[in-house]
């Protein structure tokens, strides 16, 4: 089973940026691809970027589409969430996942999941 873990969160002011990085381990092949989502306590996961192992196609929620940018680097099994122009409803726990790339996305297509990392925007 894959295995991710998550890290880069932190502590930003509004208009400041973080790199969220995800690490993967244990996959068996190039299928499938990463998703990030995140959650706010007593609110529904969300999703924000996914993108797939091999290909070029990206795909954004409305809220961060301009501002957030997925990347890849195979060679490290890596997924980035480069996060710029962070405001404050950008806090939340981001978590990256493992499993089928698709868009809209939905929770149900990932199988494995990190623990998540702390995004904290405030001045």
């Known amino acids: 089973q894959v295995q991710l873990a998550e890290s880069g969160g932190g502590l930003v002011e509004p208009g400041g940026s973080l790199r969220l990085s995800c690490a993967a381990s244990?996959?068996?092949?190039?299928?499938?691809?990463v998703g990030w989502f995140r959650q706010v306590p007593g609110k529904e996961r969300e999703f924000v970027a996914a993108?797939?192992?091999?290909?070029?196609?990206?795909y954004y929620s409305n809220s961060v589409r301009g501002r957030f940018t997925i990347s890849r680097d195979n060679s490290k099994n890596t997924v980035f969430l480069q996060m710029n122009s962070l405001q404050p409803e950008d806090t939340a726990v981001y978590y990256c996942?493992?499993?089928?790339?698709?868009?809209?996305?939905?929770?149900?297509?990932?199988?494995?999941w990190g623990q998540g990392t702390q995004v904290t925007v405030s001045s």
């Open positions: 244990g996959r068996a092949d190039t299928s499938g691809g």
């Open positions: 996942a493992d499993g089928t790339i698709r868009f809209p996305a939905r929770e149900s297509d990932f199988g494995s």
């Open positions: 993108i797939g192992w091999t290909g070029g196609a990206t």
